[in-house]
């Protein structure tokens, strides 16, 4: 296929779908101040150059701002960068805070730098967000990356979870988007080929070969290349949960299924046992089986 008709088809599959994510979860309001963040890899300059290209046909009035965290990582080039922002004609900032030294000094070598130095990048961006009066902060998380946290989440954190295409910060002052929800990460590397940006890849964390983010992304490969479709349906399953076929008693009211409402709630544990909210502690088959026989 010819690579501009390539481009083009791929263009209008990404708008379609970041419109799409936009409209389901109201991502943008007329009058929005959209902070987008920019970090130099693909996903982030896709997020930009769509938005750019929605922001001219959009039913609702909103501006576009660029935001690179220079982290002061050796070698990082934020001269090329700052080049590629300024061909956009969009306005942009870049904010130099060091928070590779700190990483560094903080986590030992050979582990993983990733979670201090989003929480680091998180809180930076947060207070730059409320300083210029942004309303809405972009990222630009893809559909791949919400599945790959959702089995994160479930393999090492034992909760079902994954990243929501919209939420608002912990304290309550910054509403995140997250407009490449709907988006594939292949569409978006080839459409990133095809537009040539200037990718600049992350060696401080981005690149740990030993990342279990990189195990469950080729679990997720191999499930595909096995069972065609696997991906999209679990994908699906995000939008279509059913609290009362999980177990989780704060999420549906178990006890309403009886029908004597003034039946009273028998203790099971023995006194002075310490109730786990969870479903137990079994370490493995073994062990399940035998906690099993001691229910019975």
């Not at 928070?99 to 993983?112: A, D, M, N, Q």
């Not at 207070?127 to 809405?136: F, L, P, S, V």
């Not at 990189?214 to 991906?231: N, T, Y």
């Not at 949960?241 to 549906?252: E, G, I, K, Y």
Request: net charge neutral; glycine share 8%.
């Amino acid at each position: 296929m010819n690579s501009s008709v390539d481009e083009k088809k791929l263009a209008k599959r990404l708008r379609r779908e970041i419109g799409r994510a936009i409209e389901d979860f109201q991502m943008i309001r007329d009058g929005d101040r959209v902070m987008v963040c920019v970090s130099g890899g693909k996903d982030s300059f896709v997020m930009l150059d769509i938005l750019s290209q929605l922001q001219e046909r959009a039913p609702v009035s909103f501006s576009l701002h660029a935001i690179h965290l220079d982290q002061n990582q050796p070698g990082f080039p934020v001269d090329i960068l700052r080049t590629y922002l300024e061909s956009t004609g969009l306005p942009f900032d870049i904010i130099d805070e060091d928070t590779y030294s700190i990483v560094k000094r903080v986590i030992p070598e050979g582990k993983t730098m990733c979670g201090l130095c989003s929480r680091l990048r998180r809180g930076i961006l947060y207070r730059y967000a409320g300083e210029q009066n942004m309303t809405r902060i972009a990222l630009g998380h893809h559909g791949d990356d919400m599945m790959e946290t959702l089995f994160l989440n479930m393999f090492h954190g034992g909760q079902l979870k994954s990243m929501p295409p919209k939420l608002r910060s912990d304290d309550g002052h910054h509403v995140v988007i997250r407009p490449l929800a709907y988006c594939r990460e292949k569409d978006i590397a080839r459409y990133a080929a095809l537009r040539g940006y200037p990718i600049i890849p992350c060696n401080l964390c981005g690149s740990q070969s030993h990342l279990q983010r990189q195990a469950i992304k080729g679990m997720l490969s191999d499930w595909e290349r096995a069972h065609p479709g696997r991906i999209a349906s679990i994908f699906r399953s995000l939008s279509h949960v059913a609290p009362s076929q999980l177990a989780d008693r704060s999420l549906f009211d178990f006890d309403a299924l009886e029908k004597d409402a003034s039946r009273e709630i028998l203790q099971w544990l023995p006194e002075g046992s310490v109730r786990d909210d969870g479903a137990g502690d079994f370490k493995d088959e073994k062990d399940m089986r035998s906690r099993q026989r001691t229910v019975v």
